[in-house]
């Protein structure tokens, strides 16, 4: 059992060593110092990822934007509103659970054909951030709920207890106590953005100019390496240097959420 | 400042707000109805194509959308011949890693192993695609093997951290008894700990599944798409999700109404795995 299970353990190294070092030798050849500024030129195959950058930063505020009174709401509905441990509480909980599962391209088949097609949105930002805002919704539920419900009750009730009115103690107390979990619900649904293709590429598109409105189209850096790899001829190298991109965005993702968890469980 | 403390509690009674427990509650429902929303949608718009001359296409074994012969058969199956190959590489490789950072390793190998899987697990999948498009179709052509493999490496990650935090729960006492008993290390892992945790890596497997089932682009970069019966491993295959992102901006009429109904299939396989996760991980551990 245990040279199975070191095989298996190396071949899980080997994996990130392998993609990687194949992201960042082949990615870095194609770094410049304009690569983060400037404009994609000959369909991808030179120039920077100055309007793919801009394009991911929108789809991910708006996103994050929309998302933020949705999962605080459905949060609230489960921790504040209904009856601790009642069937319908259970309910709620459990059917965001599973609404984390359903899978994105489909969601975004509806983003497309409902605010592209039928709200007559096109394909444009403002689309990719609504069909986004669908997908996240529930993973921050779920983060936030959990943050809400490791908030000891002794706080609360030493507040109510003073005579601060429930929205205040919710406010003042609730809310800043389960912090870092809020924060590790925000992180994760970054990290869910910046990795989402499918449901992008059929509501954002996969326009590489630069956006001026959220009317425009844009593709994020997951779509631009899908394009870049799968239709630009000769964009291999443009797909790798983009990759390298959302690796160190991985990364960064990963710390700031390893540093949440260890500051809530503290 | 006779009074100060009556003067505070007066104040903040008036801090209760009504409206805002109402707007946050509704905030609340509109969250939790988006999903099904969605589904519903789903259902009607692709309920057009359920109708005399279309729903007996839907079992054929051919996908010709200029046709109107929109059968699923092919695209369900290599949905689920794709996953499951995923899924039979990713679970022996995943458990093992873990088997080997919960009961072999130092625990400096652990963390780094942790890392690992936390980066792998976060990487967009796409990246994974690229990286079967540059070095592994060359080799195999685009084909249902090259697709499991890819799929495998994607949903390792994720398989094999909620199996490690599985094993992290297993009561300390379970452990300890063991070792009471004279178990030898194999016998422990074995015995106890895969017997302890096995609804919780049932659940691990399932959400790894919905993951696979769902997986749209980095499939379609290496799959090979062609909507037919595969007849070996190393055939090129077509998925549901994939069908979605090829053919949605050049449909219309019927062929529109039917990647609804597609969309529709991917969330109910999706669905029996996430049942099976959320069945699964709510079982109580019995020791």
Redesign the interface.
């Known amino acids: 059992m245990k040279a199975a299970s070191t095989i298996s353990a190396i071949l899980v190294f080997l994996t990130l060593l392998l993609i990687g070092a194949d992201i960042v030798v082949e990615g870095a050849a194609g770094l410049s110092i304009g690569t983060l500024t400037d404009a994609v030129r000959d369909g991808g195959r030179a120039g920077g990822l100055g309007p793919i950058i801009l394009s991911t930063v929108i789809v991910l505020a708006g996103s994050i934007l929309f998302a933020l009174p949705l999962a605080l709401g459905g949060a609230v509905l489960k921790t504040e509103l209904l009856r601790h441990h009642s069937r319908l509480a259970r309910g709620v909980m459990g059917a965001f659970e599973v609404m984390v599962s359903v899978p994105s391209v489909a969601i975004g088949l509806v983003g497309w054909s409902l605010f592209s097609q039928w709200l007559g949105l096109g394909f444009s930002l403002l689309s990719g951030c609504l069909t986004m805002t669908l997908i996240i919704v529930p993973i921050m539920t779920v983060a936030f709920i959990g943050g809400f419900e490791m908030v000891p009750a002794g706080l609360r009730m030493n507040s109510l207890a003073l005579g601060v009115t429930r929205w205040q103690t919710f406010w003042r107390q609730v809310v800043p106590s389960a912090r870092p979990a809020l924060a590790a619900g925000v992180t994760l649904a970054i990290g869910r953005v910046t990795a989402e293709t499918a449901a992008l590429m059929l509501t954002s598109g996969i326009s590489t100019r630069t956006p001026e409105s959220l009317g425009d189209p844009g593709a994020t850096l997951a779509v631009h390496v899908y394009h870049m790899a799968r239709h630009v001829p000769g964009g291999e190298s443009m797909a790798y240097t983009t990759s390298l991109a959302l690796l160190l965005i991985c990364i960064a993702v990963h710390v700031a959420l390893a540093r949440l968890k260890k500051e809530s469980a503290a | 400042m006779a009074t100060p403390t009556i003067e ?2 007066a104040e ?2 008036t ?3 009504r409206i ?2 109402i ?10 109805a ?2 099904p929303g ?2 519903i ?2 259902l009607v ?1 692709g309920s057009g194509v359920l109708d005399r001359t279309h729903l007996p296409t839907l079992f054929s074994t051919e996908w010709y959308p200029g046709e109107e012969i929109f059968g699923l058969v092919p695209l369900v199956l290599g949905t689920l011949t794709t996953s499951a190959l995923g899924l039979l590489i990713a679970v ?6 873990v ?3 919960r ?3 130092p625990a400096s ?1 652990t963390r ?2 942790e ?6 697990s ?10 079967g ?3 592994m179709v060359p080799i195999f052509g685009p084909s249902l093997l090259v697709a499991g493999v890819v799929l495998a ?1 994607m949903i ?2 994720t398989f ?1 951290m909620l199996t490690l935090a599985a094993f992290r729960q297993i009561p300390k006492g379970t452990m300890e008894s063991g070792a009471a008993l004279g178990l030898r290390r ?1 016998q422990m ?2 015995r106890l700990a895969l017997v302890v945790t096995r609804p919780r890596l049932i659940a691990a497997a399932g ?1 790894s599944l ?2 696979a ?6 499939v ?2 290496v799959c090979g798409n062609v909507a037919a019966i595969p007849d070996g491993i190393t055939a090129p295959v077509r998925t549901l ?1 994939t069908t ?2 090829q053919e ?1 901006e050049y449909a219309t009429g019927a062929h ?1 109404e039917a ?2 109904l597609v ?2 299939a ?2 109910l396989l ?2 029996i ?3 099976l ?2 069945r699964m991980a709510s079982k109580q551990v019995s020791s």
């Open positions: 505070y509690v903040e009674r801090g209760e707000s805002g427990w707007a946050l509650g509704a905030l609340g429902v509109l969250a939790i988006m999903i969605v589904l949608y789903l718009t022996p490789v995943g458990l093992g890693s088997i080997f950072f009961f072999y390793s190998i780094l192993g890392s690992t899987l936390g980066v792998l976060g990487l967009p999948s796409v990246i994974f695609g690229l990286f498009t540059v070095w490496m390792l990650p094999a194999e892992i074995g959400v919905t993951r089932l769902g997986e749209a682009l980095a379609e970069m999700t979605l992102v949605f529109r990647l609804h969309a529709l991917v969330v999706a669905a795995g996430a049942t996760a959320v």
